[in-house]
């Protein structure tokens, strides 16, 4: 699955998934404009969307893969390239496309390496996806970044993406970065621990917080 721009007041703008928004949302929403200044400011920029999910565990991770290192808009044109190879994405069908179709859509050797071994482990059950419901957010990393080619940004995007946890903070995320140096320090470049001493206080919504900073940035939201 891949999350997507809702909007609430506009069915016929939807896509053909089920969008509904997450039961924190308005709470989030609320509670993080009383409390950050920024986000007071930023969130009714964006009344009418949120981050929803068509709940598609591999194909989440397999965009996320995609993305990896490159701007947001060359993953888009590559994974749109592979959805025209591969309609109906599965774990099956990513396997019968196989290593040379994928690369010809602009995927790197690794890329593609990566990603059918997650087909593989999807379609042999050694991945179980469903197991991830019932852990906390540190587990579910933890799990995830034992398979091939997943570290802890696309466990975070995974996380955001497909399971909809409220609090993640993903602190390696080039847009996070950016959008709280542009918001909070003027443009000026900003570390890992002064980002998390923002994020503090996000918290229990830093993936509410983080999403509108990524609105901050680009209105149209990130597929994953």
């Given at each position: 699955?891949?999350?997507?721009?809702?909007?609430?007041?506009?069915?016929s703008t939807l896509k053909?998934?089920?969008?509904?928004?997450?039961?924190?949302?308005?709470?989030?929403?609320?509670?993080?404009?009383?409390?950050?200044?920024?986000?007071?400011?930023?969130?009714?920029?964006?009344?009418?969307?949120?981050?929803?999910?068509?709940?598609?565990?591999?194909?989440?991770?397999?965009?996320?893969?995609?993305?990896?290192?490159?701007?947001?808009?060359?993953?888009?044109?590559?994974?749109?390239?592979?959805?025209?190879?591969?309609?109906?994405?599965?774990?099956?069908?990513?396997?019968?496309?196989?290593?040379?179709?994928?690369?010809?859509?602009?995927?790197?050797?690794?890329?593609?390496?990566?990603?059918?071994?997650?087909?593989?482990?999807?379609?042999?059950?050694?991945?179980?996806?469903?197991?991830?419901?019932?852990?906390?957010?540190?587990?579910?990393?933890?799990?995830?970044?034992?398979?091939?080619?997943?570290?802890?940004?696309?466990?975070?995007?995974?996380?955001?993406?497909?399971?909809?946890?409220?609090?993640?903070?993903?602190?390696?995320?080039?847009?996070?970065?950016?959008?709280?140096?542009?918001?909070?320090?003027?443009?000026?470049?900003?570390?890992?621990?002064?980002?998390?001493?923002?994020?503090?206080?996000?918290?229990?919504?830093?993936?509410?917080?983080?999403?509108?900073?990524?609105?901050?940035?680009?209105?149209?939201?990130?597929?994953?």
């Amino acid at each position: 699955m891949a999350p997507i721009m809702t909007t609430k007041s506009s069915p016929s703008t939807l896509k053909p998934v089920s969008a509904v928004c997450p039961v924190y949302w308005e709470e989030a929403r609320a509670d993080l404009q009383k409390r950050d200044r920024i986000l007071r400011r930023l969130i009714p920029k964006h009344p009418d969307v949120f981050l929803a999910s068509r709940g598609e565990p591999f194909v989440t991770l397999a965009r996320s893969i995609t993305g990896q290192q490159i701007s947001v808009h060359a993953a888009e044109s590559v994974w749109s390239r592979v959805c025209t190879a591969v309609p109906r994405p599965s774990p099956g069908a990513f396997l019968r496309t196989g290593h040379d179709d994928l690369a010809a859509c602009g995927l790197s050797k690794r890329k593609c390496e990566y990603i059918l071994d997650l087909a593989e482990k999807f379609k042999s059950r050694a991945v179980r996806p469903d197991r991830w419901l019932r852990m906390t957010d540190e587990e579910v990393i933890a799990d995830l970044i034992q398979i091939r080619g997943i570290g802890r940004w696309t466990a975070e995007m995974f996380l955001i993406f497909n399971l909809l946890r409220p609090n993640i903070l993903p602190l390696d995320d080039v847009g996070l970065i950016k959008a709280i140096s542009l918001h909070y320090f003027s443009g000026e470049p900003v570390s890992r621990s002064e980002a998390r001493e923002v994020a503090d206080n996000w918290d229990p919504w830093r993936t509410v917080a983080t999403w509108y900073m990524w609105r901050s940035l680009d209105s149209r939201p990130v597929e994953y």
